[in-house]
């Protein structure tokens, strides 16, 4: 039965192994563990990263933070653009009408509601002249007769 792969001939060899492991060791990197890595690593499709799978291969091969954040992020944002997807194909096959920009809306709504200011102050100054001149020549007529 071999417990070791490499033939150590005495004691100076088994010394000399003990010495170059515990180098290895020491210089060793986390990704050099993970074999998970160096598979996510590689050139593979898209439909391979993509789905429950791809994301148990992005979080099971992250080395930080980071890393993990993305792994998980990826799926939730793809979830949220299908959901938002699924709604606008909703509202144009039932025929509603299209929701307009936030900014277009807040544009509109102060542009309109100075149109409607200018018009109800051209109205009062319109009406108050009106009756001053009404005024005026009620008087003038009581004047003169």
């Known amino acids: 039965m071999k417990l070791y792969r490499k033939k150590l001939d005495g004691l100076e060899a088994l010394r000399m192994e003990k010495v170059r492991l515990r180098y290895e060791r020491r210089h060793l990197k986390p990704k050099d563990l993970n074999p998970l890595s160096e598979w996510s690593a590689g050139k593979s499709s898209v439909a391979a990263k993509s789905g429950l799978l791809g994301t148990i291969m992005g979080l ?58 200018k018009a109800v102050q051209l109205s009062v100054y319109g009406i108050s002249s009106f009756l001053k001149r009404k005024k005026a020549k009620k008087l003038e007529r009581m004047r003169y007769s």
Do not use: C
């Open 60 to 117: 099971m091969s992250s080395q930080s933070q980071w890393q993990t954040a993305i792994a998980v992020g990826k799926p939730i944002l793809e979830i949220l653009r299908k959901r938002r997807a699924r709604g606008r194909d909703y509202r144009y096959a039932a025929s509603l009408p299209r929701k307009k920009p936030l900014a277009k809306k807040i544009i509109t709504e102060i542009a309109v509601n100075y149109l409607i200011g």
